[in-house]
């Protein structure tokens, strides 16, 4: 093992200390994929709705984009079908997810964010109000008691995790996406 070096001594040769950050870097990195395999860790997308917060496992969600303008509306869609946008050449139908789930309209702010789902078969776009970033809990957090919600969104809940006095919804998103009444329009 290679002795610590004090970064203080290597303040006058630019190479060796970008060399020994880059060694603890990866020493670093290296001890933290040892601790999550061995933990169990699960990485989610925090979101908020309706004042909730919420998580979507982060491999359903492929990205996360502004609100997109314009929007096409598209003839004789349900009023949750925002409408097409242009998103680097594909078009990607965006959803109001609250409008979806029958808990009202989402309003359109600075905030609101759309989460690109991550599904072979249906492209769509999640209008949310706010995406707040990526929260990892362990595999001991996580509880499969669906917490009561204001949002009515039970049936796609896949559990929650617990920290502390905060409990996490988990929203199924490819649940969400393969219900008949997504795909079907009879929401």
Known sequence: MQETVALKSLRDRPFELLAELERRGRALTASNVSDSSQ???????????????????????????????????????????????????????????????????????????????????????????????FRRFTDAEFTAERPPTIVQCDRFIAGSFRRGSEQWPVLGLRTLLEDPTFSGGNA
Do not use: C, K
């Open 39 to 133: 933990a169990g860790e699960w990485v989610g997308v925090a979101l908020r709705m309706a004042g909730e917060l919420y998580l979507v496992a982060r491999d359903e969600a492929r990205e996360v984009l502004g609100v997109p303008a314009p929007l096409t509306r598209v003839p004789g869609a349900r009023t949750w079908i925002l409408g097409l946008a242009n998103v680097r050449g594909q078009l990607l139908p965006i959803i109001d997810l609250r409008g979806f789930l029958g808990s009202g309209s989402t309003p359109v702010t600075r905030n609101s964010r759309v989460i690109v789902v991550n599904h072979r078969d249906i492209p769509a776009g999640l209008l949310v109000d706010e995406v707040l970033g």
